[in-house]
């Protein structure tokens, strides 16, 4: 855009990553509603935060519930709602925080978009996969019930596809893995890619 120019400030990344001893990044949760994203998120943000790590979970819900009120749940709404929070990511992987989204984040090119904004390693693709029925059958909101009802247009799984991700850095099997299972499967893979020590 005319007239904008990114401002370089004097701390720069690297000098926050030398400071904390970690290296910012954004794990970006994707996959059905009810497949236990924000549960996950949340666990895996507290194993961080108890071993003494800087970070923040951006979770759907809130996000709507402010910057992203104005949006609806349109193919074009959903695909802003994520250009939006990639940009939030971003800046918190800028101060040297680990940011954890959580969002189901139905569409690939909407994902790739996101991922584009980080550098090389940046960008943390985590699937949480798990079967509609299984999904449905767990339901925390509701959701599931007021969209075959048709209260909720457009739901993902229901009249919205949602499209898995094709190569993700890690797929959490939340069928079949216990929550402390997945957790310790990111901490792992944050710890192998020297993300946290």
Request: with cysteine.
């Amino acid at each position: 855009m005319a007239n904008i120019i990114w401002h370089q400030t004097t701390i720069t990344k690297a000098d926050r990553e030398k400071q904390s001893g970690q290296k910012g990044v954004a794990i970006w949760f994707t996959g059905l509603s009810g497949s236990g994203k924000s549960t996950l998120a949340n666990r895996l943000e507290a194993a961080l935060f108890a071993a003494g790590h800087r970070t923040y979970l951006l979770d759907g819900d809130n996000i709507r519930s402010g910057l992203n009120r104005d949006l609806g749940f349109s193919e074009d709404d959903r695909k802003e709602n994520i250009r939006r929070i990639g940009e939030v990511a971003k800046l918190f992987v800028d101060s040297n925080s680990i940011v954890l989204t959580a969002f189901i984040s139905p569409f690939r090119s909407d994902r790739l978009s996101a991922r584009k904004r980080f550098e090389p390693g940046e960008f943390i693709e985590v699937y949480v996969k798990c079967a509609l029925n299984v999904c449905e059958s767990r339901d925390p909101k509701g959701l599931y019930k007021k969209a075959r009802s048709g209260a909720i247009p457009f739901f993902t799984g229901i009249d919205s596809p949602y499209e898995a991700p094709e190569s993700p850095e890690l797929t959490i099997d939340s069928e079949h893995q216990t929550l402390e299972e997945s957790t310790e499967q990111i901490l792992l893979y944050l710890k192998e890619k020297e993300i946290i020590h």
